[in-house]
């Protein structure tokens, strides 16, 4: 029992920091930006949903703050992590650098000022007070508690629903899809190729914020000045997905179980234990083979990584 409630539990975090992670890349891509970068913009989600939860704990004196100062706190990290993504932006739209020397660029750079911000708002040990517990309803049972329904998963949630809506419900999203395709043909259809490339990059930090607030909300001890590297992992299981959103939603799924279970059984099995670095290395060899046979069937964007050059045609 004790088993399967923490398999249960481990796969609701993962699930919501990779599905945001996959689409917050997806909605980069949809413009024709490669954003590798979005390990570093969940480093700052993570970093600065951790120093706003160290002010209000230092505030108000004490380290359990309600729950619910967990949506201004992840809202806050969203925002950070937008602003951030501008810089993605500015190289790869204004200076029409390579996106992919951008975004390893932009992880570096988040992974200093991860460390910057752990070494003025930590207590000694570089290591903010997190001081909001989850806002989450959860049943008790004779082994642990069970969550039903928390904010990462209403958020994570909210966010899959509204994206699959605005991308293929809306004219807008007709529109936004039509720049990664053939932004030339989108240009001669009137359609403003620069706002909308715009709008791809903080769209994508915003949601990547998220997930990064996700994760120092469940690690908080263990984060370093990045995410375990989970932003590389979401970026392959976009590729997975096709970039479709509901088809990143499913491998999303699927990769979280298999990552809970290759954590969770070496954990509780003692004859597994030994064995247990074998079993968290198994999503990673899988994810491999996967986008290995899928390579030839790639659904990307046609102009993915393809600088725009208005001039061109």
Not at 100 to 107: K, L, M, Q, V
Not at 108 to 114: D, K, N, P, Q, R
Request: charged share 10%; hydrophobic share 50%.
């Amino acid at each position: 029992m004790a088993l399967t409630i923490d398999i249960y539990t481990k796969l609701l975090v993962f699930f919501c920091i990779f599905t945001l992670g996959a689409i917050g890349g997806m909605f980069s891509e949809k413009v024709g930006i490669v954003n590798i970068g979005i390990n570093g913009m969940m480093v700052i989600g993570a970093a600065t949903y951790l120093v706003f939860t160290d002010i209000i704990a230092k505030s108000t004196g004490t380290q359990e703050q309600s729950g619910w100062w967990q949506i201004p706190a992840t809202l806050f990290a969203s925002l950070c992590a937008a602003a951030f993504a501008l810089l993605h932006g500015f190289a790869t739209i204004k200076l029409k650098s390579d996106h992919t020397i951008s975004g390893f660029a932009i992880n570096l750079l988040a992974f200093g000022v991860a460390i910057i911000l752990l070494d003025f708002f930590g207590n000694g040990n570089k290591k903010p007070i997190m001081g909001v517990i989850e806002l989450k309803y959860a049943i008790e049972t004779s082994a642990q508690s069970v969550e039903i329904i928390s904010w990462k998963i209403v958020i994570t949630i909210l966010i899959v629903a509204l994206g699959a809506f605005a991308l293929y419900k809306t004219k807008w999203g007709l529109r936004y899809r039509s720049i990664g395709e053939n932004p030339q043909a989108a240009d001669v259809a009137g359609i403003n190729v620069y706002k909308y490339k715009w709008e791809g990059v903080i769209i994508s930090g915003a949601i990547a914020g998220v997930a990064g607030a996700i994760f120092a909300q469940a690690f908080p001890a263990s984060f370093q000045g990045d995410v375990r590297g989970y932003g590389y992992l979401a970026l392959s299981i976009m590729i997975m997905g096709q970039w479709n959103i509901f088809i990143i939603t499913g491998v999303s799924f699927v990769f979280s179980f298999l990552y809970a279970l290759s954590f969770s059984s070496g954990a509780f099995i003692t004859e597994l234990v030994p064995y247990s670095p074998l079993l968290q290395m198994t999503p990673y060899v899988l994810s491999v083979i996967v986008i290995m046979i899928m390579s030839k069937r790639s659904r990307a964007p046609e102009a993915n990584g393809i600088t725009y050059d208005k001039s061109v045609r």
